[in-house]
């Protein structure tokens, strides 16, 4: 393995790029679809954005997900087919054209001619597909590019006439004029869903009129209201509610006569409390059911013609918590205004309905007063034209939210259009069953939101009348009586004769169709209107292969597809079209599984603004971070969870700091520590075979196995389950746990000091659980796990040539349970230990004699004095650790009710419940423990719903200050905290190696630097320090590598990195001196020289000149003798490392010294 900088001087961005880099050379993504192909198909469906707009931080959050995955369901074993699509047609690409050209009418269009108008989409709709590129490779993602779909591709359109040709045959579609939401500034209907986007607080005008019944004896007129008046020339109908109760009132002053809802009278201008006040005289009541029928006179005479309009109709939706409990329908213009005319026979479905307002929002020449003029605008006049015929009844303005268009930012209207439908109604009961088949995270998206929605699902709107888009494949002869639907292109030509290469409309619109009644009938001609860009991406799950014409075999075995993954806002859109379009072709769902995340919000909690700048590009983040710190940053929020996040970028921080630099330093430690080996003289280091690992004696090399079985197995578990935000915590846990427990604890292991084969099996077990981390991983964080793997791959014998060809790891490892939960409760002991210290003023460096673990579990007891009674004597600098399994010993046991837990469900037993929880005896606590539940009042509390309070009893005559304790749960810690003159030593040894410690990092040495560390007493009496760390050697010598020398065996050209004076520490003084090792040549050569000192002062000489690590690689070569012939004047010696030669001071003092 090569060697690694420090976690501050890794730039993971820089590495990052690094790694895309090697993946474009050995083509890695590619590489790993061959090594899946002939596997089973795992069909992920990718929703198509819209290419004309820049990736923002949905894209990439729904990417994300979608790479994590289909990447682990590759490491899985399966064949991972991913290509990325693009959604070409409809308003977003129209609205460009239109504003980019000036185009504001649909003649316009026409003059310009559709195939240059379609020209200009098809031109722009690639505009962004390199950015695009460029930003979702950057993030990690894997998805083909090259082999992506397009709904403007001639295969992916003829796949789309299937669809709707079998819908067609289905008896599922139909023509019929529907009220939508209609902008003016894309003259197009949108979809309800589209509508929904953008509300804005407006003020509007809000007025009464009267409309006089025709023939009623007191010339009574009924009043309705609206904050529409340029709908009132339309009027065909009022509506009222058969079960509401209505007066008749006649106003005092002006004498005029109004029929409003009872509960409404107080809106009627100078209404007063009732119709028994001053100004209104209550004439009499009636039932709205009275009501229905009567015939009125119409504000406007646009549309006398009509023998069934101009009446009195009935409705529930008609209420009276706002108007006047009256409404006046124009059906051209609401959509309960036209049902409800339909219902009643004021207009008949089946007829075309005559709509007084053009496709850019002006009235027509119907509406003669008002004719070409904006609607909107002519909203004053029209309220004029209502005061003068003296029908006005009142006249004010109301601020509420209206729709507006989410790409003009006009408002909408809402207009009927003459729309080709799908009978979603008629299929609405197996929607429902459909929807029960799928799984959804989080679920009750699911069961809610998206259950409701299809409950309440209307039949589907899917033309529209415009011109970029896939055109409808209906051809209807002039009399309206012959129609033929067309599937492929082959019917086309074979009926038409005509051959075709494009489906677009400037290029199929001149195509007609003979009649099959004969010549006489003339031709069918197609209809002019194009589908709804979302039945396109709805047709996508068959249209990508371009089914039924290719790929039957692949769709036929693997439909419905495995997985899907968008935002919240798909539910009304991509996942709905999705669904109803499968339902209503096989009877199935299109997916299987499905990921729903939330809206990734700006920090202050409102949408992301590209005007506002109130949130960071993602490629500065990524540039800053990098991107697999963004990803996990993504999904371990609560935006996976279909919730909003509010993105920080220093949240993006939080996962390097947190996540990924910990992480690093563990890595790190590995790689400097196998290094080690080799400077050290040792074979270079190689991984043992896990099984042998698995073997391993040491408790926390079973533990750390273990714990990786555990990592590996809960995130398969959580994989499976589609639960992604599971993932990050316990990896988060896991790596806090490697480093804090594992590596922290195995220090003298891993750095050589238990021994060399103790060593290399600590490293060869931190190599297993970081590789295999790196593989389990691999989904989550792509890049770091690559970089990690390609170094830790250098020395294993046939590795793969990426971390994402590996499989992912397999859970047939052993699971030491026990020991897990030992460690885990080993670490509250620690921590439990600690905060006694810190509460006490006893820093960790001071030594104390002893301390009692309290459990009832012996198991615990054993491991926590045994096995793991060294990690915590060491950690804790304690002498001795002592077990005791009486609860009561130590402390007495209180029970406490958890409010937080209990309060909700208990209700109004929560008081009873807490009185005799709180007078529980110390048995019954004791057995409710060890039972894990106990019934009170008739409620059965379990371990969750009771907090067992551990309280402390210290014995007699013993202060606060010289004993005290700590619990958690079931754990209790007593610590003797009285000074102990037998500890002093210890404690002196442990300030005198940190201050070492302390002085290389100083000097900026690495842990694998070979130095000699000397000390020199500054006291007066120096024999004290000399004596201590003399006591201490076997400690230090441990703590340190090496032994701690005198100042006086320095030999006079030792060369010194660093030194420092300390004084104070522990009433001492002393300097501390790191230097770089000195060859010792020993008096035992002087033999070998035939005395001649001068030529035993020669050898001396050249070895202190050699380099350290070549004289040590040659003393290893010769197993420990070299030959020494480069002197002209003396002969040739043989020297015998550790007796003629010592690689340091250090050696030579311990082989002298014992």
């Not at 589908?531 to 790929?551: T, V």
């Not at 693997?558 to 919240?568: D, K, Q, R, S």
């Amino acid at each position: 393995m090569e060697d690694v900088c420090e976690g501050k001087e890794f730039s993971f961005p820089k590495e990052e790029e690094k790694v895309l880099e090697l993946w474009e050379s050995i083509d890695a993504f590619k590489t790993q679809l061959r090594r899946t192909e002939g596997n089973p198909e795992y069909i992920f469906y990718d929703g198509p954005p819209f290419a004309t707009g820049l990736p923002h931080y949905g894209h990439i959050l729904a990417g994300t997900i979608k790479d994590i995955v289909t990447r682990f369901q590759s490491m899985c074993g399966r064949h991972v087919t991913r290509r990325f699509g693009w959604d070409c047609h409809g308003l977003p690409v129209e609205y460009e054209i239109d504003t980019t050209h000036g185009i504001r009418s649909r003649q316009q269009v026409l003059d310009m001619g559709i195939g240059a108008y379609n020209g200009l989409c098809r031109a722009i709709v690639t505009t962004y597909v390199a950015e695009w590129e460029r930003v979702i490779t950057r993030t990690g993602r894997w998805i083909d590019f090259k082999d992506d779909y397009k709904t403007m591709d001639l295969k992916f359109m003829e796949s789309v006439w299937w669809v709707f040709a079998q819908l067609f045959e289905k008896g599922l579609v139909y023509r019929s004029f529907k009220v939508m939401p209609y902008s003016t500034g894309l003259k197009t209907p949108l979809s309800n869903f589209e509508a929904g986007q953008n509300y804005k607080d407006v003020s509007d005008p809000a007025i009464m009129m009267s409309f006089p019944v025709d023939g009623d004896r007191d010339n009574a007129a009924l009043v309705a209201w609206t904050t529409t008046p340029w709908t009132l020339p339309s009027n065909l109908a009022l509506c009222v509610n058969a079960n509401l109760v209505y007066v008749k009132v006649r106003d005092k002053v002006s004498g005029a006569t109004y029929i409003v809802a009872e509960t409404r009278f107080s809106q009627l201008p100078r209404a007063g409390t009732g119709p028994d006040g001053k100004s209104y005289e209550l004439l009499e009541k009636m039932p709205g059911a009275s009501l229905v029928g009567l015939k009125y006179i119409p504000l406007f005479d646009y549309f006398l013609e009509s023998t069934t309009a101009f009446r009195v109709i009935s409705d529930n939706y008609v209420t009276d918590d706002s108007g006047t409990g009256i409404v006046h329908c124009a059906p051209a213009f609401g959509e309960d205004d036209y049902r409800v005319c339909v219902a009643s026979g004021i207009i008949r479905k089946d007829n075309d309905l005559i709509v007084a307002v053009d496709a850019e929002g002006c009235f027509t020449e119907k509406i003669v007063d008002f004719h070409g003029r904006f609607v909107k605008d002519a909203d004053k006049d029209i309220i004029n034209a209502i005061r003068v015929k003296g029908r006005l009844v009142s006249a004010g303005s109301i601020t509420h939210s209206y729709p507006f268009c989410w790409r003009s930012e006009t408002p909408l209207l809402y207009r009927a259009v003459p729309s080709w439908f799908v009978a979603v109604e008629k299929i609405k009961d197996q929607l429902l069953e459909c929807n029960k088949q799928t799984y959804w995270v989080p679920d009750y998206v699911k069961e809610k939101r998206f259950h409701n929605w299809l409950e309440n699902a209307r039949d589907w709107a899917v033309s529209r009348s415009r011109f970029w888009g896939t055109p409808l494949p209906l051809w209807i002869s002039e009399d309206g009586e012959e129609i033929v639907v067309i599937e492929s292109i082959e019917k086309l030509e074979k009926l038409s004769g005509v051959k075709v290469t494009d489906l677009h409309r400037h290029n199929i619109d001149h195509i007609t169709i003979p009649s099959n009644r004969g010549p006489e009938y003339g031709v069918l001609r197609r209809v002019e209107d194009v589908f709804d860009c979302w039945f396109e991406s709805g047709s996508m799950p068959y249209a990508y292969l371009h089914y039924p014409f290719e790929n039957v075999e692949l769709f036929q075995k693997n439909f419905p597809g495995h997985f899907v993954a968008e935002g919240l806002d798909q539910t009304r859109g991509w996942f709905y079209t999705l669904m109803v379009l499968s339902t209503a072709l096989f009877g199935k769902p299109a997916f299987r599984n499905l990921i729903c995340n939330g809206l990734v919000l700006a920090e202050d909690g409102k949408k992301m603004s590209k005007r506002l700048k109130n949130y960071p590009s993602p490629m500065e983040v990524i540039g800053d971070y990098g991107a697999d710190a963004l990803r996990l940053y993504l999904i371990n929020s609560p935006v996976v969870r279909a919730e909003s996040l509010r993105f920080k970028k220093a949240g993006v921080y939080g996962v390097v700091k947190d996540v990924f630099l910990p992480w690093y330093n563990a890595y790190r430690f590995l790689v400097q520590n196998a290094k080690r080996l080799e400077v050290e003289g040792f074979a270079p280091f190689s991984p043992i075979d896990h099984a042998i690992l698995q073997k391993s004696s040491n408790v926390l090399d079973q533990w750390i196995n273990s714990a990786t079985e555990s990592l590996v197995s809960f995130v398969r578990q959580e994989m499976d389950a589609y639960r992604l935000y599971t993932v990050v915590p316990y990896l988060l846990k896991y790596i806090d746990n490697l480093t804090n427990i594992y590596v922290r604890f195995n220090r003298r292991r891993l750095k050589g000091r238990t021994g060399e084969d103790d060593c290399r099996m600590s490293l060869s077990t931190l190599y297993h659980v970081l590789l295999t981390t790196c593989i389990t991983m691999a989904p989550f964080t792509p890049f770091f796990t690559e970089v990690l793997y390609q170094n830790l791959r250098k020395v294993s014998v046939g590795s793969l040539e990426s971390v994402h060809y590996c499989s992912f790891p397999s859970t047939g490892g052993k699971r030491e349970e026990r020991i897990e939960q030992s460690v885990s409760r080993m670490m509250t002991v620690i921590d439990l230990a600690r905060n006694i210290r810190e509460r006490h003023n006893k820093p960790l460096k001071t030594p104390l004699k002893e301390m009692v673990v309290v459990h009832p579990d012996n198991g615990f007891l054993e491991d926590i004095t045994g096995k793991l009674g060294e990690y915590v004597m060491e950690e804790i600098n304690i002498k001795s650790v002592l077990p005791c399994n009486d609860p009561l010993k130590y402390a007495s046991l209180r029970a406490e009710p958890d409010f937080s837990v209990l309060g909700k469900r208990l209700g109004k037993d929560m008081g009873i419940v807490a009185k005799k929880v709180k007078s529980m005896s110390q048995d019954d606590i004791l057995a409710f423990e060890k039972s894990g539940e106990v019934s009170i009042s008739g409620h059965c509390l379990k371990l969750t719903d009771i907090k067992v309070v551990r309280e402390f009893k210290r014995p007699a005559n013993v202060k606060d200050k010289e004993i005290d304790a700590a619990g958690d749960g079931d754990v209790l810690v007593i610590l003797d905290l009285r000074p102990d003159e037998s500890l002093f030593e210890a404690g002196v040894a442990r300030e005198v190696v940190n201050r070492v410690q302390k002085l290389r990092k100083k000097a900026g040495l690495e842990p694998t630097d070979l130095v000699e560390v000397y000390y020199k007493s500054l006291d007066s009496d120096k024999n004290v320090l000399e004596s201590i760390l003399h006591s201490q050697d076997q400690y230090i010598r441990a703590a340190l590598g090496s032994p701690l020398l005198q100042q006086t065996l320095a030999p006079p050209d030792a060369v010194v990195f660093c030194q420092e004076e300390f004084h104070g520490v522990c009433g001492m003084a002393f300097l501390i001196s790191i230097a770089k090792p000195t060859v010792v040549v020993s008096d035992a050569v002087i033999p070998l020289c035939s005395g001649n000192k001068k030529h035993a002062e020669a050898l001396q000489t050249y070895l202190s000149s050699r380099d350290l690590s070549n004289l040590k690689l040659e003393f290893q070569v010769g197993n420990g003798k070299i030959k020494i012939d480069c002197f002209e004047d003396y002969p040739l010696v043989d020297l015998e490392l550790g007796r003629h030669v010592f690689l340091s001071v250090g050696d030579h003092y311990l082989a002298t010294a014992h």
